[in-house]
């Protein structure tokens, strides 16, 4: 499989996770990637919230391809809370979530090929919220917005997408019972979800796409729910959850489950 033979593919926070998914699904395809994340490793290790390190990941990347075809922001933004959060982290989940996106786009965009493609991966928090997560939620509502005003400004010269992913366990863990039912979809997303939507995003066949955001999140942000509704029930008051006693789901969930 060569469709992406002699392309040049930038993935941030690429070491783990859905990073590490879509930057082997680029190589499989035949692409040349270029990673940058904190974790050590082969790839070109940095703190994306420095000035610096970006512009040296930039000149790294130039220097070596002469060219970028595919910007793939993924790098994962701090999630801490208005309780806790200060304004040195909420200020580096920005710089990580919202200004290393913008700073790379702008560097790489005299060294774009035509018909580039640059994908920002969001989350479904850019839409709906749980308690003490601002910086996080902060960072991705900020990169969602970004994406349309970057696809104005490179019109006719790159295309500028973005995904927001819901639950996508990166463990391999197979989830049964309340987790998997709950989701419309009837099962928990896997990083192959959203690399499958990156490749096709960056690919010709989405050539007439360009400001757009997609949710993938198995259906659960267009899943109305009230208590007693469809078998849903509230379980813990909004002042009165003992988060000790919450169970893995519940933390994920806070508020609402499944009857168990």
């Not at 066949?205 to 849903?232: L, P, S, V």
Request: proline share 3%; hydrophobic share 40%; net charge negative.
């Amino acid at each position: 499989m060569n469709d992406y033979k002699d392309k040049v593919a930038v993935v941030t926070g690429g070491a783990q996770g859905i990073g590490r998914c879509i930057a082997r699904e680029f190589q499989q395809a035949g692409a040349t990637v270029c990673v940058i994340d904190k974790q050590p490793g082969s790839h070109f290790v940095g703190d994306l919230a420095d000035k610096q390190v970006l512009e040296r990941f930039a000149q790294d990347v130039i220097g070596k391809h002469g060219h970028v075809d595919y910007l793939i922001n993924n790098a994962l933004p701090l999630m801490k809370g208005i309780d806790e959060c200060s304004y040195e982290e909420f200020q580096y989940a920005l710089s990580v979530g919202v200004t290393a996106p913008f700073y790379l786009a702008k560097l790489f965009a005299p060294h774009f090929a035509q018909g580039g493609a640059i994908v920002n991966i969001s989350s479904s928090r850019d839409r709906m919220s749980q308690p003490q997560t601002e910086s996080y939620t902060a960072a991705k509502g900020g990169i969602a917005a970004l994406t349309h005003a970057l696809a104005v400004s490179f019109a006719g010269k790159v295309r500028v997408n973005s995904i927001s992913p819901g639950w996508i366990d990166t463990t391999g863990t197979v989830y049964q019972g309340p987790d998997a039912v709950q989701q419309p979809a009837g099962r928990v997303g896997t990083p192959m979800d959203i690399a499958h939507m990156v490749l096709y995003l960056c690919s010709d066949k989405a050539g007439f796409i360009t400001g757009e955001n997609i949710c993938i999140d198995g259906g659960m942000t267009r899943q109305m729910i009230y208590h007693g509704d469809h078998g849903w029930t509230l379980n813990y008051g909004i002042d009165h959850y003992d988060m000790d006693e919450l169970s893995t789901f519940r933390q994920n969930k806070l508020l609402l489950s499944g009857k168990k």
